[in-house]
């Protein structure tokens, strides 16, 4: 039976690059996509980023495919007015999607794309795993007349299963990142972190990083890490800062796991309302999102192979969209890839 997999396009380059994913997976599979609103899309339609009805699809489908949520048109301060993001949120809580896992190895082609040296980024291959859904994105929230406060609050049962599925991916060592000197939740989270190391994964190398040092190595010595694990903020902006080591963040994928439903899997950027509506939308992370949906989601581990390495050929001919400061267009990145994956056929 043809795989059931929700498809959320969302807001802004959404739509752009969901469309092009989907005639990539057409060429792979026989699958059965279901389209939902989310994100501002969802607002306009029916007054909330995530329906109970897309929620519910999401829940029965085999995999979750989603692009990217948010824009300009639905930014305010107003604490009472829905967000896009809560679309995001309320997904990753509702599917129980605790491990957001981001890949990030930067391809040959695109040494010369990114702000760093070739030299430092040669041979750098790690994976952030991020914790999703505690800390202080989902603690309580007050608003008073001139004050504010969110709650950064985790439990030892939240941070064992998220050390676990680091231990667990982790070839030869874990970094774990927190803010130790500082916050109490870290002091927690570097305890279970190192109980669940000593008592089921001795194996595996751990160390323990302060964030802000963390910062500065992934920028000074990024073949140093080999996972990284870390909570829900830190891992948020840790990606983001990693993306830039495969030059552009429109090359970086994420899966978003749980204990044992659908998968969500997007790309790490953002709606990019700048260039919205323009066709000049790097496709690739939507593309690489596809196949860490094939292979983690749907166990289809040659497609996924095929999508990346169609992905790598396309850029080793010298594919570069204007992120990677080409002039190619989403349609004509859709093509190369399309055509790399026909090639492998015959
Ligand atoms: P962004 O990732 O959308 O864009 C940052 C910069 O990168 C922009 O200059 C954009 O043009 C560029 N960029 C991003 N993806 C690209 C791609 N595929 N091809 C070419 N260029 C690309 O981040 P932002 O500007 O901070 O946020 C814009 C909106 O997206 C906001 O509403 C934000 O809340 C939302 N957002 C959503 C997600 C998500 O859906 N997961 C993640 C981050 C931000």
């Known amino acids: 039976m043809a795989k059931r997999i ?91 999607l605790y491990a957001n896992l981001r890949p990030v190895r930067p391809l040959p082609a695109l040494a010369e794309a990114s702000p760093l040296r070739a030299q430092l980024i040669e041979g750098v291959d790690l994976l952030v795993v991020r914790e999703l859904t505690g800390g202080i994105y989902f603690g309580e929230k007050r608003r008073e007349a001139d004050s504010a406060s969110d709650l950064c609050i985790y439990s030892e049962a939240e941070i064992e299963r998220i050390a676990r599925s680091a231990f667990g991916l982790a070839r030869a060592k874990v970094t774990s990142v927190d803010k130790a000197n500082v916050l109490e939740t870290s002091r927690l989270w570097r305890e279970v972190v190192s109980r669940v190391h000593s ?26 890490f080999d996972v990284i694990l870390t909570e829900n903020m830190f891992g948020d902006i840790l990606s983001d800062e990693a993306a830039m080591l495969t030059g552009s963040i429109g090359m970086l994928p994420s899966a978003s796991l749980g204990a044992g439903g659908p998968g969500l899997f997007e790309p790490v950027h953002g709606s990019a309302p700048d260039i919205a509506g323009r066709g000049l939308a790097n496709p690739l992370a939507m593309f690489l999102s596809a196949a860490l949906m094939l292979r983690l989601g749907l166990r289809m581990e040659a497609e996924a192979a095929a999508i990346e390495s169609a992905v790598a050929g396309a850029l080793d001919a010298g594919l570069r969209t204007s992120d990677l400061g080409g002039s190619a267009t989403t349609a004509e990145a859709t093509r190369a890839v399309l055509e790399g994956l026909m090639a492998r056929k015959s």
């Open 6 to 96: 929700v498809t959320l396009p969302g807001d802004g380059i959404g739509p752009e690059i969901m469309a092009p994913t989907l005639s990539i997976l057409r060429e792979l599979g026989d699958f059965d996509f279901e389209e939902h609103l989310i994100g501002g899309a969802a607002i306009d339609a029916c007054g909330v980023a995530l329906s109970d009805e897309t929620l519910a699809a999401a829940r029965s489908a085999d995999a979750v495919l989603l692009a990217a949520v948010g824009g300009p048109r639905w930014d305010s301060t107003d604490p009472q007015a829905p967000r896009p993001e809560q679309g995001l949120l309320g997904l990753r809580k509702g599917l129980g």
């Open 199 to 224: 008592e089921e994964f001795p194996h595996i190398a751990l160390e323990h990083m302060l964030v802000d040092n963390a910062a500065m190595q992934l920028l000074a010595a990024p073949r140093h």
